[in-house]
């Protein structure tokens, strides 16, 4: 009888664990009324660089779709700069994550996208610098 209640219990957490992953982020909806599945947002401290706001989400796109996923990023950065300016912070972070797969089977990719304030006062995102190399 031990058993079988334990072996229920264990069932029974892991379908419910399992349940909340599929639900574990926060819907926001963007200017354009596009929805963004935002995961998770906190302060970061760098060792080599100042501390920066860090916003995750789930996007539809593909990682490797870097010109769709950029437009996608401006559209969320052009909200989450107020958040990291409110934060008194310098530099922000955007990281996707595209989840392809069902079920059990699921494989994910991410990419990250920071944004800097110059001396001039100015927001600059990193990945621009690499396209002028």
């Known amino acids: ?16 664990a399992c349940g909340s992953q599929a639900q574990n982020y926060k819907v926001f ?3 354009s009324g596009k929805e963004i599945k935002i995961t998770g947002t906190g302060k970061m401290d760098f060792p080599n660089s100042d501390p920066a706001l860090v916003m995750n989400y789930l996007t539809d796109i593909s990682i490797d779709d870097k010109v ?27 990281r996707a994550t595209h989840v392809e797969g069902s079920g059990f089977v699921k494989s994910g990719k991410g990419y990250g996208f ?3 304030k110059r001396d001039d006062g100015k927001w600059h995102c990193l990945d621009d610098d690499k396209q002028t190399k």
């Open 114 to 116: 920071v944004f800097v």
């Open 29 to 31: 909806k963007l200017p």
């Open 68 to 94: 769709a996923l950029r437009k996608e990023v401006d559209e969320i950065w052009s909200v989450f700069q107020k958040d990291v300016e409110n934060a008194k912070l310098r530099a922000g972070v955007i």
């Open 1 to 16: 009888m031990k058993t079988k209640l334990s072996m229920t219990l264990a069932l029974l957490l892991i379908c419910i």
